[in-house]
C-alpha cells in the first residue's frame, strides 16, 4: 500500500509528459514513504497515452487510466481519486503550472494533523489579461454567492487525507465541482502559497467554453442565490408595474391631456416583463437541468484501459 498518491490528469499533453516525469519523480524519490503516480488519460488525441504506456514499463510506481472519451478535467481528477489509495492524496496539473515540488510542503502540513492542504496562487504568469481578471472576478463572486466557504484563487491543486478521499468518492453528485466539495467536507484545511508558473508547453486545454460552463457549474451547485435573484427581479417589476397604473389612473383622472401615449411607453413595458420572465427561466432552467443530469444516475466516466492496479477491470 503506498502512502502517497499522485493523481493527475492528462488531455493531449505530449509535449509535457516526459518533463513531468521527470520533476514529479525526481519529488517521488525525496518523499518520506512509498508513493504510486496515477495518471488519467482523458480521451487525449495525440501520442499521450503511448507515452503513460511506455512510463509503466518503465517505473511500476505509475499507474494509468484511460477515459473511454473526453470527460473533463473533473471528471478525470474524479476518476483517479477512486482509484488512489494513498493515506494521502495529492492532484495536481499536468502542465506543470502547479509546482510538484511544492509537495513536500503540503505533506508537513499534513504531518501537522492537516486534512486538506490547497495551493492558493498568489501570482500567475504569464496568463492572459482577460483569464487573470475573469478568474479574479470569478472567484469573488463565488465568495459572495457561494453557502460554503471557497478560498479565492485555488485551484484543485491540493492535499487531501485518505478520509477525505473517502467521503469525496461516495458523494454521488455528477456535477463535480471538486474545488467546492473539498471545501464542504471540511476537516482541518490550510493552504500553501505559491506563484503560478507559465504552462511547460503546449496550448491550454480549459478553452473559455470549458472555463464559463465551471464557472456556471460552480456557482448553481453551491448558490441559490440566482433563484432568488429572479424572485427579486420579479417582485422589482411588480413593484414597477403598480407604481405605473397608480400614476397613469392620476393622469386619467387629474390631467386632461396624458403624457403617457403611445406606442413606446408599450413596447418598453412588454420588453421589459418579457425580459425578466425570460431571465427567470433560464436561471430556473439551469438548476432543473442539473437535476435532470443527477436523476439520469449515469456512470461518471466509461473506462476504456487501466493498468497497474491490483483489481484490473475496464468498463
Ligand atoms: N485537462 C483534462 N481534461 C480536459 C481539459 C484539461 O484532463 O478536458 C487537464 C489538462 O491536461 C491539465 C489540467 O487538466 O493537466 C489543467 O488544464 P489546463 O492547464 O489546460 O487549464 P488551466 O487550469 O491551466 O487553465
Ligand atoms: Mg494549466
Known amino acids: 500500500m503506498p502512502k502517497y498518491s499522485l493523481v493527475i490528469p492528462i488531455y493531449n499533453e505530449e509535449d509535457t509528459i516526459a518533463e513531468l516525469y521527470r520533476r514529479v519523480s525526481s519529488v517521488m524519490n525525496r518523499l518520506d514513504g512509498q508513493s504510486e503516480l496515477i495518471l488519467i488519460n482523458d480521451g487525449s488525441s495525440d501520442r499521450s497515452l503511448n507515452m503513460l504506456r511506455d512510463l509503466r514499463n518503465k517505473d511500476d510506481r505509475i499507474r494509468y487510466l484511460s477515459l473511454a472519451r473526453n470527460f473533463g478535467h473533473q471528471v478525470a481528477v474524479t476518476a483517479g481519486l477512486n482509484f488512489a489509495q494513498g493515506d494521502a492524496v495529492i492532484v495536481l496539473d499536468a502542465d506543470l503550472q502547479d509546482p510538484p515540488e511544492l509537495i513536500p510542503e503540503m505533506i508537513e502540513l499534513w504531518q501537522q494533523d492537516y486534512q486538506v492542504v490547497y495551493a492558493q496562487r498568489t501570482k500567475r504568469h504569464k496568463e492572459s489579461w482577460f483569464k487573470r481578471s475573469t478568474a479574479f472576478l470569478f472567484y469573488r463572486l463565488l465568495k459572495f454567492l457561494a453557502d460554503v466557504d471557497i478560498p479565492a484563487d485555488t485551484g484543485d491543486y491540493c492535499l487531501m487525507d485518505r478520509k477525505v478521499v473517502e467521503i469525496l468518492n461516495s458523494m454521488p453528485e455528477r456535477n ?3 474545488r467546492g466539495l473539498r471545501a464542504w467536507i471540511g476537516f482541518r484545511q490550510t493552504s500553501v502559497r505559491f506563484e503560478r508558473d507559465p504552462r511547460f508547453a503546449g496550448e491550454v ?55 403617457i401615449t403611445g406606442l413606446a411607453t408599450i413596447m418598453i413595458a412588454i420588453f421589459f416583463l418579457g425580459s425578466v420572465q425570460l431571465i427567470g427561466i433560464g436561471i430556473l432552467g439551469e438548476y432543473i437541468g442539473r437535476i435532470y443530469e443527477e ?21
Do not use: C, D, H, Q
Not at 233 to 251: D, E, K, T
Not at 301 to 306: C, Q, W
Open 176 to 178: 463535480r465541482y471538486i
Open 295 to 315: 436523476i439520469k444516475g449515469r456512470p461518471l466516466y466509461t473506462l476504456a484501459e487501466v493498468s497497474g492496479f491490483t483489481k484490473e477491470e475496464s468498463i
Open 205 to 259: 486545454k480549459y478553452t473559455f467554453r470549458k472555463s464559463l460552463s465551471l464557472a456556471i457549474n460552480s456557482l448553481v451547485s453551491f448558490s441559490r442565490v440566482p433563484l432568488l435573484f429572479s424572485t427579486y427581479l420579479g417582485l422589482f417589476s411588480a413593484f414597477l408595474s403598480l407604481l405605473m397604473s397608480i400614476l397613469v389612473l392620476y393622469w386619467r383622472i387629474f390631467e386632461v391631456k396624458s403624457p
